[in-house]
């Protein structure tokens, strides 16, 4: 059974930082390309970074400089660290595993709040 399970998110001030995790089971993680995707109340889902199994990166413009992907293979984790954070940033952010075009799997989210 294939889970990702997302952590860290939370309620922090304009300007702060957070960093999520998202521990990915039942897949061979270092196969898989990795992406955060978030979606705001009454929007739809938006890329926000992704990482390919060979470690290559890729960033939404509105996050370029201040949020930065990675991963672990051997802890089979892929990280999110976000700074600078605006209140346009609130969102559900959710973990995105897809092993070429066979496998696609989501994370159940974790919310991400900015106050002004």
């Known amino acids: 059974q294939v889970q990702l399970v997302e952590s860290g998110g939370g309620l922090v001030q304009a300007g702060g930082s957070l960093r999520l995790s998202c521990a990915a089971s039942?897949?061979?993680?270092?196969?898989?390309?990795m992406g955060w995707y978030r979606q705001a109340p009454g929007k739809q889902r938006d890329l926000v970074a992704t990482?390919?199994?060979?470690?290559?990166?890729n960033y939404a413009d509105s996050v370029k400089g201040r949020f930065t992907i990675s991963r672990d293979n051997r802890k089979n984790t892929v990280y999110l660290q976000m700074n600078s954070l605006k209140p346009e940033d609130t969102a559900v952010y959710s973990c995105?595993?897809?092993?070429?075009?066979?496998?696609?799997?989501w994370g159940q989210g974790t919310q991400v709040t900015v106050s002004s």
């Open positions: 995105n595993a897809k092993y070429r075009n066979v496998d696609n799997y």
């Open positions: 039942g897949i061979i993680f270092s196969m898989n390309d």
């Open positions: 990482i390919t199994s060979r470690g290559i990166t």
